[in-house]
């Protein structure tokens, strides 16, 4: 297998290979190049002789020369086998090495069980702290021809009962979204506000929430532009949940990527599971049924593990009572293989992470 960077042809076609293929992400969209460029990384796209494509992006030592490389999600797996997978990998070390990048991070989202932890230690990988909040994920899969029915069933009977109720209360589900299957059932209501204003306020409410369960966010400038430019990208749907009077107590963000929709943040008021007790249910049903009509083949509820050790959750433990509530629709927990790195000139890798420090602290 040989790799060479892309040429305006290839990224013509880029996200269809990157992101829409199986085990696709949009983390390796162009639009998160083009966001992750705007904050200070440079990105780089390449393309292997046999189609697939992987994007890193890279940050440039202070003064040292070098740089460091993370492949956000990558390489996404589009359908290959984790052998196939490794030697995409082993081929874009290779290249990258090859033109002064010391160190090289990669988590791309493949099970533990597929045996690609082993690919990636005989290639000089080694285990790291996760780079982003979760390395597991609870997965419900849809199988081809999967109703609504079909999920309902394996769904607990506490959390069936919860979704009725709010279904019949004064919650409705705002959809925001450019792109999918448009809604003639009455799943969801038009939007009464746009996009931007909308997530603008479920910032808020992720703040809020985050302060309530103890964990906090960076500034909004980190996030809300991003979602707006996926939003528009057709990459993220906003589910948002609305009261009577059209105030929004809730909300859920998810991607659409690799035939399957991703949780990726949710939230809710401080008094709205007080008031809709089945709020965060309601929501998380009309997203499945959302991954059933754009005949996804997983819904992906997110991950319930938290760093350092991003164990599974147990009885009595802060994450517990969330596995449980993921669990309630039939999802099941699934191991992945998680973040890994391999530094290949250690001793510029040194030098470029203090100069690095330095930098920060003198604003060079």
């Known amino acids: 297998m040989t790799v ?17 293929v199986p085990g696709g992400h949009v983390y390796q969209s162009l639009a998160w ?8 990384w440079r990105p780089r796209h390449l393309v292997f002789d046999d189609g697939s494509v992987l994007l890193s992006l890279e940050r440039p ?7 460091g490389a993370y492949m956000p999600r ?10 196939t997978m490794a030697g ?4 874009a070390t290779a290249f990258l090495a090859a033109r002064g990048v010391d160190v090289i991070a990669s988590d791309a989202e493949v099970a533990a069980g597929t045996g690609y932890g082993r690919y990636l230690r005989d290639l000089g990988y080694r285990p790291i702290r996760e780079i982003q909040p979760s390395r597991h994920r609870m997965s419900l899969p849809l199988p081809a021809g999967t109703t609504d029915d079909d ?5 607990t009977k506490s959390t069936r009962q919860r979704i009725r109720a709010a279904e019949e209360g004064a919650l409705a589900i705002a959809r925001h979204d450019v792109a999918g299957w448009a809604d003639d059932e009455g799943l969801f209501v038009k939007p009464r506000r746009s996009a931007e204003d909308a997530l603008d306020h479920f910032y808020d409410l992720l703040e809020t929430t985050g302060e309530r369960r103890g964990f906090g966010f960076g ?50 008021r401080d008094d709205a599971r007080d008031e809709h007790p089945g709020l965060m249910h309601l929501l998380r049903w009309r997203a499945i049924q959302l991954a059933i009509r754009e005949g996804c083949v997983e819904m992906d509820l997110g991950g319930v593990d938290v760093a350092p050790e991003h164990a599974h959750p147990v009885a009595g433990g802060p994450m517990f009572g969330l ?7 039939g999802a099941e927990w699934v191991e992945m293989t998680g973040a890994h790195e391999r530094v290949i000139r250690p001793w510029r890798y040194a030098l470029g992470r203090a100069a690095a420090r330095v930098s920060r602290v003198t604003g060079r």
């Open 88 to 91: 995409r990998l082993a081929e």
């Open 4 to 20: 060479a960077e892309a040429v305006p042809s290839d990224l013509a076609t880029w996200d269809d290979r990157a992101v829409r």
């Open 219 to 268: 500034p909004r400038s980190n996030f809300v532009p991003w979602w707006r430019e996926a939003h528009d990208q057709g990459l993220l749907v906003y589910l948002e949940a609305v009261d009577r009077a059209d105030a929004a107590v809730g909300g859920l963000i998810l991607y659409r990527h690799g035939q399957r929709l991703t949780t990726v943040h949710s939230a809710d």
């Open 33 to 40: 190049a083009d966001f992750s460029a705007r904050t200070g």
């Open 323 to 329: 596995y449980e509530h993921k669990r309630s629709f």
């Open 61 to 67: 030592w202070p003064l040292v020369g070098g740089a």
């Open 74 to 83: 990558g390489p996404v797996s589009a359908g290959a086998a984790p052998e």
């Open 151 to 155: 999920i309902h069933a394996g769904i």
